[in-house]
């Protein structure tokens, strides 16, 4: 059973930046691609950016493209989002997914993480 936990989140200032991490265990060989999605209060979960299983295929939202970039390191089976000039529209819990179809819905998910905190202070 794969099992997805997060880390990184935390506050941080308008301008600031974080890094999330997600490490991945036990099967990790059947996910095709490694998501990162936002859930702010009061709104429905939404895509942030995606990694297919080797690294060489990147997908982002608008809304984060120049900010964010996500990477993995599959020696260490995690996948990181460098998250920069943060702004408070990107206070959210965020998560980890890990899809073995496609990547841009959450309901094409088959794993998620536990999810991790990110306040933007104005």
């Known amino acids: 059973q794969v099992q997805l936990v997060e880390s990184g989140g935390g506050l941080v200032q308008a301008g600031g930046s974080l890094r999330l991490s997600c490490a991945a265990s036990?099967?990790?060989?059947?996910?095709?691609?490694m998501g990162w999605f936002r859930q702010a209060p009061g709104k429905e979960r939404e895509f942030v950016a995606a990694?297919?299983?080797?690294?060489?295929?990147?997908y982002y939202a608008d809304s984060v493209k120049g900010r964010f970039a996500i990477s993995r390191d599959n020696a260490k089976n995690t996948v990181y989002l460098q998250m920069n000039s943060l702004n408070s529209e990107d206070t959210a819990v965020y998560y980890c997914g890990g899809s073995q179809r496609t990547y841009r819905y959450t309901d094409m998910y088959d794993y998620w993480g536990q999810g991790t905190q990110v306040t933007v202070s104005s």
């Open positions: 990694i297919n299983w080797n690294g060489n295929t990147v």
């Open positions: 036990g099967g990790t060989f059947s996910i095709l691609f």
